[in-house]
């Protein structure tokens, strides 16, 4: 037997018995999918030693409900037939939740048979329950998060390099993880911005013994300087990109943030501000000074361009998060067709999936056109949100759908629920990977996600290099098939978020050897003009089979029914928590929660307060379980939510 590798054969068999165990149909077309899993798993092994061949990245598309996750558990555990660290590969996990993290290494561990063989590691996990770092080499299996992955950077370093914080990670014994595997997409790049006001904020913000000493003179003169370079780019009103230089900083020499990021995170700045404790504000502002810090580092280390949008004056920047000499990795991406990004990064091979894994002829779409769905839509609920609640109460009044919308949305569908109709909700952002929804039959998309173009523009120029201003002015920027790049990205990562969410649903289970799901119905609202046509495209693609059809929307005259007043006021306590769980650290007082929240009553408000001082009530212990406290007596403000 071969050191470090499991023949794809072998795996393919063991998969579909392990399948079958599970209450699934394997098929002919399934275990082709699976053969080609396991043979890019063994060929990722042996190619580590390739000079030349280590550094790709192999991108696999297994349809969503094909078993990739259970796929990738169970290599993990064939491999701990090797049982030194001379034979076993060593095999590294990225996936995007903690909770499918600590899933993955109960999976392996159990299908391995071995207690402690696969080990997770995220910022969840308590002090006692996290392996130490220097430790994580001596793991034959390791499991972390996304987020992990790509905060390496300033998670790790003592230097803010990756090429010295990736080890943690890779590192198995004396040498490396043969085989790296990312379940769901990961981006390869890092994109930062600075804003013109943060920038003077934390600039204004340094207090007088650190500005005077000397060891901090040239990162902050380095501020400095970028502050007046966005000030006279501003007063220019002709531009709204452009290419900037960062030439203006070079005479400053070093200007690595990490001395002043530190001294920055000694400063008590409760203390500055109000003068007593108060460990709210102390994590708001320290966290929001070192973002400012850290991004505006990694806009000096690159090529910047300058973006305009309202009043906000940015300077953008994107670089890898991939190292040369770091070899690549095996990612199991089931919308990568729709994902522009891989054709730009040329360490990428996008390998074809066998047909006839899935087909989606058990679902229905149904389509509404011409809304306006994006983020301010939670500032017009009658637009859309009300009267799809409305429909949806007639519709499926005997049913349980999951409706995923905008974070800023998400409340207002709890506020405005009608009697009749039970929701389940979600926000983009936290829904990806999640298998809670596994058993719905019916999902509702009241808002498209959608990046900003700033991160359209960033992400091409990180995989192909840094343009002209002449191109980020031009109306169309083409590369290879796409009359338009920035607008290819922006809605390949939309038909990519939306395939995700939208088989959240049980259309994800395979019930026959044809690859069927059950029965189930999708509703989605959509914008008009030749984007929503491509996202409406690529949805059709995504998911071979499918049915659509027209979802009629009364949003002239449909009104939600309203419950009678003690469901009403449950209601608004539910929309308040769902609000404050979402948002960042801060204080949210009446008139910006009545203002998010339209619809809120004055009565509603009263009983939430009264509710939130009494310690022993059910709101306060939800409030404690979100990390936020109510205060209903301050010096110059009102009774205000606080979050950690």
């Known amino acids: 037997m071969d050191k470090h590798v499991i023949s794809p054969i072998e795996f393919m068999d063991r998969m579909a018995d392990h399948w079958a165990s599970l209450g699934n149909a394997p098929s002919q077309a399934l275990r082709q999918a699976w053969f080609q899993i396991g043979e890019a798993f063994w060929q990722h092994t042996l190619d580590h030693d390739d000079p030349r061949r280590r550094t790709k990245w192999t991108v696999l598309q297994p349809a969503t409900g094909s078993g990739k996750s259970q796929g990738t558990a169970l290599y993990a555990a064939m491999l701990a037939r090797y049982e030194t660290n001379e034979d076993h590969p060593g095999m590294l996990i990225v996936t995007s939740r903690t909770d499918d993290v600590d899933g993955m290494v109960r999976t392996i561990n159990e299908l391995a048979g071995r ?140 200007w690595n943030m990490n001395g002043l990021r530190a001294a920055m995170k000694r400063v008590r700045w409760d203390h500055v501000h109000v003068h007593h404790d108060d460990p709210q504000m102390l994590l708001k502002l320290r966290e929001a000074h070192d973002q400012t810090l850290a991004n505006f580092e990694v806009l000096c280390r690159s090529w910047s361009f300058y973006s305009k949008k309202g009043t906000q004056h940015t300077l953008n920047t994107a670089r890898l998060l991939v190292p040369e000499h770091v070899k690549g990795a095996v990612v199991l991406d089931a919308t990568a067709t729709s994902n522009v990004i891989y054709r ?39 637009a859309l949100v009300l009267p799809a609640l409305a429909d949806l109460q007639r519709r499926l009044r005997h049913r349980t759908p999951l409706v995923i919308t905008h974070k800023r949305v998400e409340p207002m569908l709890k506020l405005h629920q009608p009697p009749g109709l039970s929701l389940h909700t979600a926000h983009w952002g936290a829904v990806t990977g999640s298998n809670e929804w596994k058993d719905l039959d019916t999902v509702v998309v009241l808002g498209i996600p959608r990046r900003p173009d700033q991160w359209a523009t960033s992400t091409f120029m990180a995989l192909q290099g840094p343009q002209t201003t002449g191109w980020l002015r031009s109306s169309e920027k ?167």
């Open 115 to 254: 207690d402690g063989y696969a080990v997770a590691f995220h910022s969840k996990l308590s002090a006692d329950q996290r392996p130490g770092i220097s430790k994580l080499s001596s793991y034959p299996v390791l499991v972390i998060t996304h987020k992990a992955y790509e905060n390496a950077l300033d998670y790790l370093g003592p230097d803010a390099t990756i090429e010295t914080t990736w080890p943690f990670f890779h590192q198995w014994g004396e040498e490396r993880r043969r085989l790296v595997v990312i379940d769901e997409c990961l981006a390869p790049l890092e994109v930062a911005n600075v804003d013109l006001e943060r920038l003077r904020t934390t600039l204004g913000a340094i207090p007088d013994d650190i500005r005077n000493d000397t060891h901090f003179s040239a990162p902050i003169a380095a501020l400095r300087s970028v502050v007046c370079l966005l000030e006279a780019i501003q007063a220019d009103s002709h531009h709204t990109e452009r290419m900037t230089a960062m030439d203006s900083i070079e005479q400053y020499g070093q």
């Open 344 to 382: 730009l990064f040329d360490q990428a091979d996008v390998l074809t999936p066998p047909p006839g894994v899935r087909s989606y002829r058990n679902v229905t779409l149904y389509v509404s056109r011409g809304h306006a769905v994006g983020k301010d839509m939670a500032k017009y609920p009658d």
């Open 478 to 644: 083409p590369f290879g098939n796409h009359k338009d790049i920035k607008q290819a990205l922006l809605v390949g990562q939309t038909v990519s978020d939306l395939v995700q969410g939208i088989n959240r649903i049980r259309c994800r289970k395979t019930v026959d050897s044809l690859g069927n799901c059950p029965p189930c119905e999708v509703y989605i609202a959509l914008g008009s003009g030749e984007q929503a046509d491509q996202v409406l495209g690529g949805l059709i693609d995504q998911m071979p089979g499918i049915t659509v059809k027209t979802w009629t929307l009364d949003v002239g005259r449909a009104q939600v029914k309203r419950g009678p007043k003690g469901t009403m006021l449950k209601q608004a306590v539910d929309a308040v928590m769902t609000y404050l769980d979402n948002m960042e650290p801060g204080v949210v007082n009446k008139r910006l929660l009545t203002e998010a929240l339209p619809g809120l009553t004055r009565k509603a408000w009263d009983c939430l307060a009264k509710q939130a001082r009494d310690m022993e009530s059910e709101v306060a212990q939800r409030l404690a379980a979100i990390g936020v406290r109510f205060e209903h007596a301050g010096v110059g403000r009102s009774p205000c939510f606080v979050k950690a």
